[in-house]
């Protein structure tokens, strides 16, 4: 078999504290091989030193237009993201709208425009790179970037990667993500999406891959682990990318999430699991930084 490629990348780098360091550790070990910063995290600028002195780490930004229900809201950077996204806070005045974004990734696409999506994304690239990071890629919390709840914006993330030189998280192929039967519309959007990237020549991935199977249809660690044993087996030649969302077990979390929680915490428990590992040999999977 001829060998495979991929970036293990640990995403929402900056979700909170203790998952920051534990990422930082994962890093340290070379069980993943990246990470994608949220650069709206109030605990980035504890945590970015340490990411920054990591070597041999790929680097991203995860694009976030959203927050996520039960934790403290993330904030817009920009004034662009905050007139498009703004909750409608009490503080808020029409000249100076709340920043906080919207929970509802529907209604933080509805809301989107194309400039506030390009302000927004070069203001977190812009806090990254006043934190001394440097990320070679980008894609989005949630998947808004890409229109999965009807709207997104990938033509305005294709041409800031030209801009910048950087490279993108749009597979090749659909399969390894969205299964064997893809919409036929889905087929369609997607193909022009990769003919306008390799057009601009913006760096794709051959493939993506993670577990979608929700915590509540999760019955043990067993199972997910299981899940991304077979998910290896379907990864095509060439780079691609699998990526987890690796989650300390604290309070917080518990208190935040609760049970859906348990599904981070199995995935950081997965990166360091030998039968992972075995895996990986036994699929004869290189691991690598980027694509």
């Known amino acids: 078999m001829t060998r495979r490629r991929v ?32 650069a709206a995290s109030d605990c980035l600028p504890d945590l970015a030193p340490s990411l920054g002195a990591a070597t041999g780490a790929g680097v991203g930004l995860h694009v976030v237009t959203n927050s996520d229900a039960g934790r403290e809201p993330w904030r817009a950077l920009s004034p662009e993201g905050r007139a498009a996204w703004h909750r409608g806070g009490r503080a808020e005045t029409a000249a100076a709208p709340s920043a906080a974004l919207p929970e509802d990734p529907l209604d933080a696409e509805a809301r989107c425009t194309p400039v506030a999506a390009v302000a927004e994304m070069e203001a977190q690239l812009a806090r990254l790179e006043e934190l001394g990071l440097h990320p070679a890629r980008m894609d989005s919390h949630c998947g808004t970037m890409y229109g999965l709840h009807g709207n997104g914006f990938l033509p305005e993330a294709i041409g800031v990667c030209a801009w910048r030189g950087m490279s993108l998280r749009l597979p090749r192929v659909l399969e390894p993500y969205l299964g064997e039967v893809v919409p036929d519309a889905v087929r369609s959007l997607h193909a022009r999406a990769v003919a306008a990237a390799d057009a601009a020549g913006v760096p794709l991935p051959a493939a993506m891959a993670t577990s979608t199977t929700p915590r509540a249809e999760l019955g043990s660690y067993g199972q997910l682990r299981d899940e991304y044993l077979e998910l290896l087996t379907r990864l095509p030649e060439g780079t691609s990318e699998v990526f987890l969302h690796p989650g300390a077990d ?41 694509w």
Request: glycine share 4%.
């Open 250 to 290: 604290t309070a917080w979390a518990r208190t935040c999430f609760g049970a859906d929680w348990d599904k981070r915490v199995w995935e950081a428990r997965l990166l360091r699991d030998p039968a992972w590992r075995r895996a990986l040999e036994r699929e004869r999977i290189d691991l690598v930084d980027r």
């Open 7 to 38: 970036v293990l990348t640990a995403d929402d780098f900056g979700y909170d504290r203790a998952s920051g360091e534990l990422v930082l550790e994962l890093l340290r070990e070379r069980a993943v091989t990246a990470t994608t910063i949220i």
